[in-house]
């Protein structure tokens, strides 16, 4: 209970501590945006004014061409727009457990069924080819012990055999001939 407790509060302080550091990062990018409208507002109040201050022009025998300065100041503008456009979004991170793949199935299933059916039936034949040959060499051993326990008894049956009298010979053929 007590590691459980210690793990439960670790991760509390580091749920906290990452919580924090967004809190940040969202402070930052909320000021930074900020400062990028206001700076945009400048520039649209300036602009209007400039505009207001085209339509009533001073009279003066001076004519100056101001196209260079729109096109400037509406590049300036378009520029601003864009810095706001491409400020980072908030971060949205899906965990997701896919048993099989959104895209690219095809290739999925190709890999599943050629691949891995193909080591599956590998791995059973492997499987099989091993559990024949400790088969067959059980029945090997178990050959050898019957051949040894014959040997063993026909070298008994020989050595009796020798040994006896001419009665019990012509006991043991009887019954020699009668189990064959």
Request: hydrophobic letters at 40%; zero cysteines.
């Amino acid at each position: 209970m007590d590691t459980t407790k210690k793990i439960g509060d670790i991760e509390k302080d580091s749920l906290e501590l990452v919580l924090e550091e967004f809190a940040e990062e969202q402070k930052l990018h909320t000021k930074t945006v900020d400062d990028l409208v206001k700076a945009v507002n400048g520039l649209s109040s300036k602009f209007a004014e400039f505009e207001g201050k085209l339509e009533k022009p001073k009279e003066l025998s001076i004519s100056t061409d101001t196209n260079p300065i729109q096109e400037i100041v509406k590049k300036g503008i378009k520029d601003m727009r864009l810095v706001v456009a491409t400020q980072p979004k908030n971060v949205i991170r899906k965990f997701q457990l896919l048993l099989f793949p959104e895209q690219d199935a095809k290739l999925f299933y190709r890999v599943v069924f050629g691949r891995w059916f193909l080591w599956l039936v590998v791995m059973l034949l492997l499987t099989n080819l091993y559990k024949f040959s400790i088969h067959w060499s059980e029945n090997q051993k178990e050959i050898k012990l019957h051949q040894l326990e014959n040997d063993r008894i026909k070298k008994a049956w020989n050595y009796l055999y020798s040994q006896q009298g001419k009665g019990i010979k012509r006991l043991m053929d009887s019954a020699y001939l009668k189990n064959e």
